[in-house]
């Protein structure tokens, strides 16, 4: 006898389908890039997965129909940009996948986010590739050439917006006479808080990180307001940029990755969200979701550790 | 009263429910066995010898320890074999069982008890009658009730648990339904021996019948009725007590420690049975359920075949798979050539399914919102996997009641709870180990330490004897110088004499 709630496989399938808005989003804006990723990981994920599964000597039908695989890949294909050349999404998957996850023992077993882990790889070891991101919309064929024919249109690729803010502030110019908003990114963020809310309900997900998340960045980002308003992003901005919605959701959520108790969890969030700001702020890169993940991750059996729940019959 | 839950638990509605519950009296069974091994406490032995004739209610097997309770006969009869059979344990182990054959007179013994003016009885008499009645926990656990008693004999609260909270089980629905007088006037006899103030009988909300019969009967101002919503771990003793008083049960204590007792609602019948009808433990009430058949309670005579209670019901003709006790923490068991024991609440018959295999823990943390302990079953699970005992320990592996709620939640299948009880079998072999090799350690270090002191002893007995010979020489020298003294003085006086006389 068995709860028939979700089990891990349709788990994992609810958060794939729950990133459908966001990723519509991104097509809307910028194009084909964004499905041809998505397809290139997928297929480099179950091909990577089956043949490491294959060398443990583990049952690979079971390990590809998980929907794990699936999911680091479309996670991962989501987060690099959409016209990334194709072997960006492949390498990336392919280190995720090996390095992040197999290595480790396979689903449930891996201390970090392979996709996060795969991407952190891609921003450090292809820099240039990793930061030219879309600008405008790119028709099925341009985004074929721009991905395996490495060709380039003029108009439709440069910095996202956090990089632009970055470069601005670096150069000395005041906040004011920079661009902060971006009506494209706020609408994936609105996409991918909608699949949240989604994912919330059919309790596929708990409510504490992505609230803890939310909160981290908004406590810091008003905390370093406070010092200086000028050089720094207003509250809204940082959630309405970058993959704030797509890290607080679907990325931070991950169960296998994040702490495992309930006020564990409250701080795995908040810490996130505190990093996050800190490395968007004051660090090299523009956004610092992946890294502000990892580095939380690692500090999860310490927290594990000090926020046991209260025993009961226990003081 | 209040009524503070407990985070946790899971709710399930009875999967094979049924228009009404009803008791079936089950026909005098031709075979009995009773096994020797009771839940808890040593084997007893046996005190009849093959060919004998018993009769029902007789004693056939005792201990002399004042824990456990004596085997009576269910049915009189001739003793047919004293031999090991399979019995309903999850070991699956065969123990040592007394076989009787029927002569269907089913004729009773005569044995003592109060009759129906228990209050002139004192608490320690009636509590013997109890225990010599074979009563013990009918809701599972079997724990002796007389030991319960004795442990709890001047608590100020009784707690008659009711509540029958796992799923399809309906045996002490059926016996509140019908048996309502016999279960107010056994808390009546609780109360009695116990002195308590109040008796509190809980009884989930989705026994309405139960709850309306027994109020009907209940006159006694002293005994309360309260009805606790329908979630699966309300029943189990500690939860019970936090939602009815909301007192916490330190974990490793007991509800006596804090003026709390705790009966099943079928041991309180049984109790009266005992006392007041004088006649001890030979029957229960058994709900034979599942997709196979059409769900029953059955009264039987205690060592009836599964199977033959079974067959009692439409079973249809398919492969089954059978599970005694209840669907969450009950044990599934191969064969249904077995004896219907006091603890034997529930025989589940399904058409057999190919059970799901487990995948990976993805850590997704709903067995911990569902344990009603606040356990970390995933945590645990990683630890118990890799066999880490002292990591179970800190995560309070021994807190676990093994309800099952983590199992039944799992989206990935694990049957987390076999995990648990793995590592403290595994945590008690260890601590058993250990213990030996202390033991086997502290031997070894004292006849270290006997040579020693023995080589010490004797070398300081050999160095004082030395000494005590070199004294003794020395003191020999001296008196031997005297004594050359004396013999050339008395030389002398010879020579002397010689000298004088010549």
Redesign the interface.
């Given at each position: 006898?068995?709860?028939t709630?979700?089990?891990?496989?349709?788990?994992m399938r609810q958060v794939i389908y729950a990133l459908a808005l966001g990723v519509s989003a991104s097509y809307i804006f910028f194009g084909w890039g964004i499905v041809i990723q998505i397809l290139l990981g997928v297929v480099s994920a179950l091909v990577i997965e089956a043949t490491f599964v294959a060398m443990r000597g583990r049952p690979v039908l079971?390990s590809i129909s998980?929907g794990?695989a699936v999911l680091t890949a479309v996670l991962l294909a989501i987060s690099i940009p959409s016209i990334a050349p194709w072997w960006i999404i492949v390498v990336g998957v392919a280190f995720a996948i090996i390095f992040g996850k197999q290595l480790y023992g396979?689903?449930?077993?891996n201390p970090f986010n392979p996709a996060m882990l795969g991407y952190a790889f891609l921003l450090i070891s292809y820099p240039l590739q990793m930061t030219t991101w879309p600008v405008d919309f790119s028709a099925f064929s341009q985004a074929i050439n721009i991905i395996f024919n490495a060709l380039s249109f003029d108009g439709l690729s440069g910095a996202t917006r956090l990089d632009e803010v970055k470069i601005g502030l670096s150069l000395g110019n005041n906040l004011a006479s920079i661009q902060v908003h971006s009506i494209s990114q706020a609408w994936i963020n609105a996409g991918f808080l909608v699949g949240g809310i989604y994912l919330l309900a059919r309790k596929v997900i708990?409510w504490h990180i992505p609230m803890a998340f939310i909160s981290g960045i908004v406590v810091m980002a008003l905390l370093v307001l406070i010092f200086d308003s000028q050089t720094h992003l207003p509250v809204q901005n940082h959630l309405m940029l970058g993959g704030t919605m797509l890290g607080a959701f679907f990325i931070a959520t991950d169960?296998?990755s994040?702490s495992?108790?309930?006020k564990g969890?409250l701080i795995y969030g908040f810490l996130i969200g505190v990093l996050i700001v800190v490395i968007r702020n004051y660090g090299g890169y523009p956004d610092g979701i992946a890294f502000a993940v990892l580095l939380m991750n690692m500090t999860v059996p310490l927290i594990?550790q000090y926020t046991?729940?209260?025993?009961?019959?226990?003081? | 009263m209040s009524s503070q839950t407990?985070p946790g638990g899971?709710v399930i509605a009875n999967?094979y429910p049924v228009d009404q519950v009803k008791i079936i009296q089950a026909p005098l069974p031709n075979k009995v066995v009773l096994p020797l091994q009771q839940r808890i406490g040593e084997e007893a032995k046996s005190c009849i010898k093959v060919g004998d004739r018993v009769l029902t209610g007789q004693v056939i097997a005792q201990t002399e320890d004042q824990f456990c309770v004596p085997i009576h006969a269910s049915i009189s009869g001739i003793v047919t074999a004293i031999d090991k059979q399979a019995i309903p344990h999850k070991s699956g182990l065969k123990s040592t069982c007394i076989s009787i054959e029927s002569d269907g007179q089913d004729e009773w013994i005569k044995t003592q008890g109060c009759g129906s003016d228990f209050l002139h009885c004192d608490r320690q008499t009636i509590i013997d009658y109890i225990q010599h009645s074979g009563i013990v926990g009918l809701g599972g656990a079997g724990f002796p009730s007389h030991a319960k008693l004795n442990k709890a004999i001047d608590c100020h609260t009784l707690i008659i648990n009711g509540t029958e909270c796992e799923p399809g089980v309906m045996c002490d629905d059926a016996l509140m339904q019908y048996h309502p007088r016999e279960v107010i006037r056994g808390v009546e006899i609780l109360l009695h021996i116990t002195g308590a103030q109040q008796a509190i009988i809980a009884i989930e909300k989705d026994k309405q019948e139960a709850y309306q019969s027994l109020l009907m009967f209940n006159h006694n101002d002293r005994i309360s009725l309260t009805q606790l919503p329908t979630k699966y771990t309300s029943g189990a003793e500690?939860?019970l007590i936090?939602t009815l008083l909301d007192v916490?049960?330190?974990?490793?204590?007991f509800a006596a420690d804090k003026g709390i007792l705790c009966q099943n609602v079928s041991s309180v019948k049984a109790i009266f049975d005992a006392v007041i009808d004088q006649r001890p433990l030979v029957s229960r009430i058994v709900t034979i359920t599942g997709d196979a058949l059409t769900p029953i309670n059955v009264e039987v005579r205690l060592g009836t075949s599964f199977e033959q209670v079974i067959n009692l019901t439409d079973v249809n003709n398919q492969a089954h798979d059978y599970r005694m006790g209840g669907?969450?923490m009950g044990v599934d068991i191969e064969t249904t050539q077995m004896p219907i024991c006091k603890i034997t609440n529930c025989i589940f018959v399904n058409n057999k399914t190919l059970k799901?295999?487990a995948?990976?823990?993805?850590?997704?943390?709903?067995c911990?919102?569902v344990c009603?302990?606040?356990?970390?079953p995933?945590?645990l699970y990683w630890h118990a996997k890799s066999e880490n005992i002292e990591k179970c320990t800190d995560?309070?592996l021994s807190?676990c009641i093994e309800c099952a709620c983590c199992s039944?939640?799992c989206?990935?299948?694990i049957d987390l709870v076999s995990y648990f009880s793995f590592a403290k079998a595994l945590d008690k072999k260890q601590t058993a180990d250990q213990e030996r090799i202390d033991i086997a350690r502290d031997r070894f270090e004292f006849r270290e330490y006997r040579l020693d002191r023995n080589k010490e002893e004797r070398s300081k007995m050999m160095a004082e004897k030395k000494q005590a010979l070199k004294e003794k020489m020395a003191k020999d020298k001296e008196q031997g110088l005297e004594q050359t003294d004396k013999i050339a003085q008395a030389m002398a006086r010879v020579k002397k004499t010689k000298e004088d006389n010549a």
């Open positions: 006898m068995h709860s709630g979700l089990n891990t496989n349709q788990i079971e998980d794990s396979g689903l449930g077993s708990f169960p296998i994040a495992t108790t309930p969890r594990d046991q729940p209260k025993v009961f019959g226990r003081s | 407990y899971v999967p500690k939860l936090k916490e049960i330190p974990s490793g204590g669907m969450m799901q295999p995948k990976e823990c993805i850590r997704c943390n709903t911990n919102t009603p302990i606040g356990l970390l995933q945590q995560y309070h807190d039944y939640v989206p990935s299948n």
